[in-house]
């Protein structure tokens, strides 16, 4: 069965410093591969998706993830964080088996930007 | 609305209560999910549908779980005899079909208490 971990369970940071949200997988087939944001009281929003082709992907909001088959990894940063970054953050697997996007997901990495 | 809306958002059942909460897909997704998601872990996925088939109930934690979709639009999912363990913030989201490539869009969710 797949799983993700989310390797840790909160981030502290300043605003204007870089970030990495660390996410592995395990899985022995191809997958896809997404981070979602949520925000309190909020929905899940997707940041990004990687499905094939190259392996940097970049989304919404300054974030972009890098694909590593190798370590099975599909760690999230962004450049400079901002106050309003503040949120949980979910990384998520599929191997649209049956041919849908059924979701495996992480616990969570919640940021915190401090100023 | 233009999102996938879900009702109520807060539920306060007693133990052994049924509930049954409301998911509005966004207009014309042919996919639907449900998540469950427990405090401080991430979402699990409960069940799937396309229009009104349901394809994938392997998620549902027991038989007091039903989902259905009868006419391939609102979708409820149903509890019965409401137990403390059943407490968590329950998710839905749908996307336009089934493809690797569609987005899925969540609900805001009901957050689910049992006392």
């Known amino acids: 069965a797949q799983s993700v971990t989310q390797l840790d369970s909160q981030v502290p940071v300043f605003e204007e410093a870089p970030v990495e949200l660390r996410c592995n997988y395990s899985s022995s087939v191809s997958v896809y591969l997404f981070w979602y944001v949520q925000y309190p009281n909020q929905g899940l929003q997707l940041l990004l998706k990687?499905?094939?082709?190259?392996?940097l992907v970049k989304g919404i909001n300054g974030f972009e993830a890098e694909f590593n088959k190798s370590q099975t990894s599909f760690h999230l940063r962004k450049p400079s964080v901002h106050i309003s970054d503040t949120a949980e953050y979910f990384c998520?697997?599929?191997?649209?088996?049956?041919?849908?996007?059924?979701?495996?997901f992480g616990a969570g990495t919640r940021l915190a930007v401090h100023p | 609305g233009a999102g996938v809306s879900q009702s109520p958002r807060y539920k306060v059942a007693k133990r052994g209560q049924d509930v049954a909460l409301r998911c509005d897909p966004i207009?014309?997704?042919?996919?639907l999910f449900w998540y469950q998601q427990a405090l401080g872990q991430g979402p699990e996925f409960l069940t799937y549908?396309?229009?009104?088939?349901?394809?994938?109930k392997s998620g549902l934690p027991s038989d007091r779980f039903f989902a259905e979709r009868p006419e391939g639009s609102v979708s409820t999912l149903k509890i019965q005899r409401t137990q403390q363990e059943d407490s968590a913030v329950y998710l839905c989201a749908s996307s336009l079909d089934q493809g690797r490539n569609t987005e899925a869009f969540f609900g805001q969710g009901t957050r689910l208490t049992v006392v």
């Open positions: 549908f396309q229009n009104e088939a349901q394809l994938d």
């Open positions: 998520a697997v599929s191997d649209h088996g049956g041919g849908y996007n059924k979701l495996i």
């Open positions: 207009s014309g997704h042919v996919s």
């Open positions: 990687y499905l094939s082709g190259s392996t």
